[in-house]
């Protein structure tokens, strides 16, 4: 299956620190990735739909202007997480879609467990 | 209401057991339905789609029930290695998968 790559895995930051997450679609130009967050013991929440070439489509409650996405490139999008707080630590996976056969697939980068401290 | 509901568990089971898990999706609309596998501390992997005859795969069985809006998932035989949480998804017209909050399997020696 297609394969998506993100890093850091995981990170360890100050207070009032930006943290810089990167996903990349390897083998397949992805137009659209979505942005997950998951906290402890619950589901994948959605936060932000990332569209190559224009702005991100964040969901309630998602503060656009505390987390950055770009997405430049047809296989390339990032996660800015601007003046990370504690509450900020979470689990945050990117996920891409791909043809496979006659279904959409939703590929998932391997995580990255944050922790502001 | 949430989109999709599931019941988070835990379901402790001895190896060999039948496990159902089943998930229900308020959304009339929604177009495709899968099933997820996530171990702890890794990303979800797709353990397999949800077609409307039903579909299985080995052990696996997925069923899909449109008029009542829910899709269940069967693990016949359970092995240790089935321990991990199962996640629902249900994709809308948008194309954005909605995930229910995970049902945590153990499967007991």
């Known amino acids: 299956g297609a394969v998506v790559s993100q890093h850091p895995s995981w990170v360890i930051c100050k207070s009032g620190t930006s943290v810089k997450i990167e996903c990349r679609s390897l083998?397949?130009?992805?137009?659209?990735m979505f942005w997950y967050r998951q906290f402890p013991k619950q589901s994948l929440m959605l936060m932000a739909t990332s569209n190559e070439g224009s702005k991100a489509t964040y969901e309630q409650g998602v503060e656009k202007d505390k987390f950055l996405i770009n997405h430049a490139s047809l296989t390339l999008s990032t996660l800015t997480v601007t003046s990370a707080h504690p509450e900020d630590s979470s689990f945050y996976i990117c996920s891409a879609r791909a043809q496979s056969g006659v279904l959409l697939e939703a590929f998932f980068g391997q995580g990255t467990r944050l922790t502001v401290v | 209401r949430k989109e999709v509901e599931q019941d988070p568990g835990p379901f402790n089971v001895p190896e060999g057991a039948t496990v159902a898990f089943n998930c229900t999706y308020s959304?009339?609309?929604?177009?495709?339905f899968f099933w997820y596998r996530q171990d702890c501390r890794k990303e979800p992997k797709l353990l397999m789609s949800?077609?409307?005859s039903g579909n299985e795969d080995g052990r696996f069985t997925a069923q899909l029930n449109r008029a009542s809006q829910y899709i269940s998932l069967l693990i016949r035989d359970s092995k240790l290695s089935d321990s991990a949480t199962y996640l629902c998804a249900v994709q809308s017209s948008a194309r954005q998968l909605t995930f229910g909050s995970g049902t945590q399997l153990t499967v007991l020696p």
């Open positions: 083998d397949f130009q992805a137009t659209t």
């Open positions: 949800v077609y409307s």
């Open positions: 959304n009339s609309a929604s177009q495709s």
